[in-house]
Nanobody, 128 residues
Framework: QAQLAESGGGLVQPGGSLTLSCAASGRTFTDVAMGWFRQAPGEEREFLGVIVWNRGRPDYTNYADSVKGRFTISGDNAKNTVYLQMNSLKPEDTAVYYC??????????????????WGQGTQVTVSS
């Protein structure tokens, strides 16, 4: 079993930046896709982006159009941690942010239902 723990959420003003972290523990994988999602109250969970490792190395990232150019996903293999850098935040970015993982060699971005492990989420509130 793999465990994921998000951190770094909080209150930020519109136009500000925030970086979320997702630390993986327990069983870790050299070939894995790590994704970020969010869910606002009354809304469905939304895919934000994914970073894929194949053969133990970062292979590619993929982003939703809604955050492309504002959000960046990166990872640190040594720390088993994935990051979500969020810039130019807007009030509509307010949500609970989740990371998720799915092991295996992914040569396309996995669909939400294909992620096996999920964190508990961290709240991000964008407000003045």
């Amino acid at each position: 079993q793999a465990q994921l723990a998000e951190s770094g959420g909080g209150l930020v003003q519109p136009g500000g930046s925030l970086t979320l972290s997702c630390a993986a523990s327990g069983r870790t994988f050299t070939d894995v896709a790590m994704g970020w999602f969010r869910q606002a109250p009354g809304e469905e969970r939304e895919f934000l982006g994914v970073i894929v490792w194949n053969r133990g190395r970062p292979d590619y990232t993929n982003y939703a159009d809604s955050v492309k150019g504002r959000f960046t996903i990166s990872g640190d293999n040594a720390k088993n941690t994935v990051y979500l850098q969020m810039n130019s935040l807007k009030p509509e970015d307010t949500a609970v942010y989740y990371c998720a993982s799915t092991p295996g060699s992914w040569f396309r971005a996995p669909r939400m239902e294909e992620f096996d492990y999920w964190g508990q989420g961290t709240q991000v509130t964008v407000s003045s």
